[in-house]
Structures are given as C-alpha cells and as structure tokens.
C-alpha cells in the first residue's frame, strides 16, 4: 500500500511540473516574459535586447541582463528555461495584470 501511495505522489509531482508555467527567455514574446514576477515592459525589453545580441545558454544569466538581479533571478528561477516551448496557463497574465493594478493603487 505504501509503495502505491508513494507512486501516486510522484506521478502527481511530475504532471504538476509537466502544467507548470515556464517561459522560454531566448523565443518568448514580451508578453510572455512580462508574466514573469517582477518583469514589466522595460525589463521584458531589456531581455530581448540581450538575446538579439546574446542567446542564453544557460538561465543563471538572465541576471547579465541589465534591470535583472539576483531577486528576480531566484523568484523566477525554476519558471524561466532556455529551450523549448514558453507553456503559460491562460490564468498568468491575468494574474500579472492583477498585481500591477495593486502596486499601482488601484
């Protein structure tokens, strides 16, 4: 029964992270890197300035870009990649407009 119960978690773990929202850095639109926490419309563009010159060859260095430190970096560390396909829920920029209104005082 354990190893039952131990098979179902890790299948559950697995698909939560195979639906989790990620954004390809080197492919995603501004839009889609703006769903990034603490990633507004100067630093989205300031991320496709880098890679027009710089493709990412790896996701620590997003923090070369300049707007972008150690803080962003680690909030959004496990949702940035460098290949593949940007998969974002239909609910991430709906979220992120939410927040801005709230920061805004709104």
């Avoid at 027009?52 to 260095?61: G, L, Q, W, Y």
């Amino acid at each position: 029964m354990k190893t039952i119960k131990t098979f179902i978690l890790a299948v559950s773990l697995i698909m939560s992270a195979a639906w989790a929202d990620t954004v390809n850095i080197n492919t995603a639109s501004k839009n889609e890197l703006m769903s990034l926490k603490g990633v507004g419309e100067s630093r989205a563009e300031a991320i496709i300035k880098y890679r027009k010159k710089h493709k990412f060859r790896s996701v620590a260095e997003i923090k070369d870009v300049s707007g972008i430190g150690e803080e962003i970096y680690k909030d959004n560390k496990k949702q940035i990649k460098i290949s593949g396909k940007t998969t974002l829920s239909e609910t991430a920029p709906k979220a992120k407009k939410s927040e801005e209104k709230a920061d805004k005082g709104s």
